[in-house]
T-cell receptor, first 111, second 114 residues
């Protein structure tokens, strides 16, 4: 079955700096890769996603890159703000069905 | 409603007690998923419904876990004879169609077994 690893487990950056979180997956059949942001005690919220036919996708300060050959994908947040502080989860799936999540990255943006 | 609604928000159960967790998906959403999220971990898949059909229950950890969606809308996750290791947040998610990606999560039910 699919296995998703995520690094780093914690990340602290200064406000205004960039943050990068990396994930790897094991099943080459996976073709959909969402990223979720979860604030303490709240629901996971989709922030960006990418399909396997695309190498990069950007939405304002957030971007995701995908390397199918290496089976890894990354989340990039630029100009970080304190409200970006949260736990971020990557996931991999086949056709947007059952997601296999990574263990999460706790991002702290220091003012 | 505007989002996925789960109840109760919190549940404390004594070990051995049966519990039932409810999920009201977004109206019209065909697909419904249940996930279990242990403290400090990512969500783990439990089961998946398309309308009333339970198409995948491979993630249910034991036969004490049972889920249903009899009319293709509201779903109930039942845990019999709860154990301490069942303590977790149980998340429900729904999506418009089988292949629609990026589904919407509910706020979850935090189950604590004492």
């Amino acid at each position: 079955g699919e296995n998703v690893e995520q690094h780093p487990s914690t990340l602290s950056v200064q406000e205004g700096d960039s943050a990068v979180i990396k994930c790897t997956y094991s099943d080459s059949a996976s073709n959909y890769f969402p990223w979720y942001k979860q604030e303490l005690g709240k629901r996971p919220q989709l922030i960006i996603d990418i399909r396997s036919n695309v190498g990069e996708k950007k939405d304002q300060r957030i971007a995701v890159t995908l390397n199918k050959t290496a089976k890894h994908f990354s989340l990039h947040i630029t100009e970080t703000q304190p409200e970006d502080s949260a736990v971020y989860f990557c996931a991999a799936s086949l056709n947007g069905q059952n997601f296999v999540f990574g263990p999460g990255t706790r991002l702290s943006v220091l003012p | 409603g505007a989002g996925v609604s789960q109840s109760p928000r919190y549940k404390v159960a004594k070990r051995g007690q049966d519990v039932a967790l409810r999920c009201d998906p977004i109206s019209g959403h065909v697909s419904l998923f249940w996930y279990q999220q242990a403290l400090g971990q990512g969500p783990e898949f439990l089961t998946y419904f398309q309308n009333e059909a339970q198409l995948d229950k491979s993630g249910l950890p034991s036969d004490r876990f049972f889920a249903e969606r009899p009319e293709g809308s509201v779903s109930t996750l039942k845990i019999q004879r709860t154990q301490q290791e069942d303590s977790a947040v149980y998340l429900c998610a729904s999506s418009l169609s089988r292949d629609r990606a990026g589904y919407t999560f509910g706020s979850g039910t935090r189950l604590t077994v004492v």
